[in-house]
């Protein structure tokens, strides 16, 4: 008999998918994380229709994960650790609307979550742009963006972990 895990999922933007799936993969509790396209008009797109600002959508990651190893806030506040929430529409060098700083929310309770973060975060002097919004659809993004660092064995040029709670 094999011992069936609890899933949750939770959904990010924050820049160039490759970094942000590179760094919370490695978190305790993270089942599978896949990249893809959130937060736009267009069903389906490509990321050549994503590249070029054509569907409103943001690089996303989706994270399922056990929330009986870690929590949501857990994920969130790492998130929050893993790219610069201050930054409007880009992350590093990446500029454009596809780059920008969102959690996509599944539950009240995530999106409660997400808000009192920020909260923290401006009570700290940041400057968050953030946006908290509904999760719509998801599109998973082409294979050879999945895993990327790991297919290439480059490391992320846009996120890094700073602390900041």
């Known amino acids: ?28 509790g993270v089942l ?19 590249y070029k600002e054509l569907t409103g959508h943001a690089e996303t990651v989706r994270v399922v994960f056990d929330p009986a190893i870690v929590s949501y806030e857990k994920l969130a506040r790492y998130f929050f650790e893993i790219h610069d929430p201050t930054q409007l529409d880009h992350q590093g060098p ?46 998973e993004a082409e294979d050879y963006h999945r895993h990327y660092y790991e297919k290439t064995g480059k490391m992320p040029y846009c996120h890094s972990y700073t602390p900041r709670f």
């Open 1 to 28: 008999m094999t011992a069936q895990h609890q899933t949750a999922i939770a959904y990010f933007a924050g820049g160039c998918f490759w970094g942000v799936e590179y760094l919370l993969a490695k978190e305790p």
């Open 94 to 139: 990446d500029v454009g609307e596809r780059y920008r700083s969102e959690v996509f929310y599944t539950s009240e309770e995530q999106k409660m979550t997400a808000e009192k973060l920020i909260n923290i975060l401006k009570s700290k002097g940041y400057n968050v742009v953030t946006k908290v919004t509904p999760a719509s659809a998801f599109y």
């Open 32 to 50: 599978s994380i896949d990249v893809g396209f959130m937060g736009g008009r267009t069903v389906d797109p490509s990321y050549e229709e994503v």
